[in-house]
């Protein structure tokens, strides 16, 4: 990047975009690329706030030097030590000598862990303070936000919460870095997509989180990642929020396995007696197509939830069972769930995902229903009941 922006009196917006980058965390894809944000306070004392991905820093180090224009650099606030905030940690302890770390006990647990640092490390509890002269910083611990030693930094004059992972989103900017630059809505699925797939699994503590939040004025929210909010920071928090207690659209996602057509077959006939039903809601996916990332990011949005799987080998089909895997470990919840599939040898597929179910925490809704070879209007008719009991659960 070649520019800084101003955040607030004293505080530039230094981060940068990663659009090349094809895989977060190498394992979800980044097709609108992904920023990191980095803070800079150039105070009476000057602090930075979280780094950058290490592997996308162009000239980061440079414009942290011309905003010092030759002071030295007297504190790094490390929130969160995953790397792609961390990656620039080592490199400005080398670069401006005297930096001192700040962070807290289990912060410089993975400080050592990665980099043998023990020695210039200011060890701050939760409430703590920092003053910078005109910004007096305070620290929150928000644990699980989503490492254990996530923290957010507040700056009590211009109210500015730098929040780390949380009210963060996929996305790299297209110009507008601020909420008011650009359409928020244009980043809401990101920012699903995001949440659901990287903090949704600690839901629990992301509520923690926001309840620690209430009675401290914000003006500005500052994440790691995705746009900063500073005309409307209640637009994100009220996402997270809603996403944080499994809250949902009335409608209905439907994903299904299929090597010949026939449990699609079954998914098209379900979504139309479900659209008959008064559903107006209903995603139909392909789970061989689109990428599980995008998956999650649905059912996360919506109150209903169909998986149809084939039997594959006397299994589940394979994407499937990776679907249902990854919605058990970040233990998805508050969903009516449906079953179908269809086999031609002995079944499995079907019979796997209830053993998902049961050991889910969805309502599944009724028994699943499997099919012998090709979908009839026969074969089909318990169906209907399936999807109209669906349906009612859907919009009660
Ligand atoms: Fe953006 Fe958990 O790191």
């Not at 981060?15 to 980095?38: A, C, I, M, Q, T």
């Not at 490390?78 to 006990?105: C, Q, T």
């Not at 009675?215 to 995705?226: L, M, N």
Request: hydrophobic share 40%; charged share 25%; proline share 4%.
């Amino acid at each position: 990047m070649h520019y800084s922006v101003p955040v607030s009196n004293k505080i530039h917006w230094i981060g940068v975009n990663d659009r090349r980058k094809r895989l977060f965390e190498n394992l979800w894809p980044l097709e609108r690329g992904v920023s990191y944000n980095s803070f800079l306070i150039v105070d009476e004392k000057t602090a930075l706030v979280d780094t950058i991905d290490g592997t996308a820093v162009g000239n980061y180090i440079e414009r942290i030097e011309q905003l010092l224009n030759g002071r030295p650099l007297d504190y790094l606030i490390v929130n969160h030590m995953e790397p792609d905030h961390s990656g620039e940690v080592k490199a400005i302890i080398d670069r401006f000598k005297g930096v001192k770390l700040v962070g807290n006990v289990k912060t410089f647990k993975i400080v050592e862990a990665y980099w043998g640092i023990t020695e210039g490390l200011i060890d701050v509890e939760d409430g703590r303070t920092l003053d910078l002269g005109y910004h007096k910083l305070k620290f929150l611990m928000t644990p699980w936000v989503h490492w254990p030693e996530t923290m957010m930094t507040y700056d009590t004059t211009d109210q500015i919460l730098f929040t780390g992972d949380a009210f963060g989103s996929f996305g790299a900017f297209e110009g507008g870095i601020f909420d008011d630059e650009l359409d928020p809505l244009y980043f809401e699925d990101e920012a699903r997509r995001y949440y659901s797939n990287i903090v949704g699994k600690y839901s629990n503590m992301v509520q923690k989180a926001i309840a620690k939040l209430e009675g401290i004025p914000v003006r500005t929210i500052a994440p790691t990642h995705g746009p900063v909010w500073r005309s409307n920071p209640t637009i994100i928090m009220d996402w997270y929020n809603r996403w944080s207690r499994f809250e949902a659209a009335k409608g209905a996602v439907i994903i299904f396995a299929s090597m010949y057509g026939n449990t699609e077959d079954i998914a098209d006939y379900l979504a139309r007696r479900l659209c008959e039903n008064g559903v107006r809601n209903i995603r139909v996916f392909d789970v061989s197509k689109t990428h599980i990332s995008y998956l999650i990011s649905e059912i996360w949005k919506f109150n209903g939830l169909v998986l149809g799987s084939c039997a594959y080998n006397s299994q589940m089909f394979p994407l499937m069972e990776q679907l249902t895997h990854e919605l058990l470990h970040i233990g998805l919840k508050s969903k009516h769930l449906a079953l179908f599939g269809s086999y031609s040898w002995n079944g499995g597929g079907v019979k796997n995902l209830a053993k998902f179910a049961g050991e889910s925490e969805l309502n599944l809704v009724s028994e699943p229903l499997e099919i012998y070879g090709k979908p009839t209007p026969q074969k089909l008719k318990p169906f209907d009941t399936l999807a109209e009991t669906l349906a009612h659960k859907i919009l009660e």
